[in-house]
């Protein structure tokens, strides 16, 4: 069965501290892995894939295969990614996404 | 582009009462999903549609619940009786690639 499990409901960091938020996913097959993130009073947005290789605002996330994890990173934290963060699988296509049950981001100034 | 858009964002309503939610997709997107998060749950699919007809309907709880997608744009999400524990947020999302799911504002139903 697909699952993602984000381990830590809530994550608080100091600006300018590294934030890593984890990801963790059980799926038989190759799936397609996402960071969604929902600011306050604003919608649920893609934050990044791990098909496209890219930093936005600052974030990263590698995809490792051999522990079916999806961290998200970034070394510098700003008070601006405050934010609930979910990571979610897909099988590809225009299929449903799978979300883990989010982890809050709290960044103390 | 508004985005997705949902009706209503509130809706507050007494168990037994039948509510329905609607869904205007992002003109052009050919998916269409509804999902809802629940504190203990989180984030779950409830059924899916490609080009209008629905894939997946797995995720429906029970025969209360039905979802419809007469055209490309628009979708609307039914509750028939309902009950105090589908009081939850729905979220619509579209989509025309994998690549990326636009999601609405969501609906906060509360049933009492």
């Known amino acids: 069965a697909q699952r993602v499990t984000q381990p830590e409901k809530l994550l608080s960091v100091f600006k300018g501290a590294p934030v890593e938020l984890k990801c963790n996913y059980s799926?038989?097959?190759?799936?397609?892995l996402f960071w969604y993130v929902q600011y306050s009073r604003q919608r649920l947005q893609l934050l990044l894939r791990?098909?496209s290789r890219e930093s936005i605002k600052g974030f990263t996330a590698d995809l490792n295969k051999g522990e079916t994890s999806f961290h998200l990173k970034k070394p510098f934290a700003q008070e601006e990614d405050s934010a609930m963060y979910y990571c979610a699988l897909s099988e590809g296509g225009n299929t449903p996404l799978v979300f883990g049950k989010g982890t809050r981001l709290s960044v103390i100034a | 582009d508004a985005g997705v858009i949902q009706s209503p964002r509130h809706e507050v309503t007494e168990m037994g009462q039948e509510v329905t939610l609607r869904c205007k997709p992002i003109?052009?997107?050919?998916?269409l999903f509804w999902y809802r998060q629940t504190m203990m749950r989180g984030l779950e699919l409830l059924i899916y549609f490609n080009n209008n007809v629905p894939i997946d309907d797995s995720g429906m709880p029970e025969d209360r619940f039905s979802a419809k997608m007469p055209n490309a744009s628009f979708s609307t999400l039914k509750i028939q009786p309902s009950e105090p524990r589908d009081s939850a947020v729905y979220f619509c999302?579209?989509?025309?690639?994998?690549?990326?799911?636009?999601f609405g504002p969501g609906t906060r139903l509360t049933v009492t």
């Open positions: 999302a579209s989509s025309f690639t994998s690549y990326e799911q636009y």
């Open positions: 799926y038989s097959g190759s799936p397609e």
């Open positions: 791990h098909i």
């Open positions: 003109s052009g997107h050919n998916s």
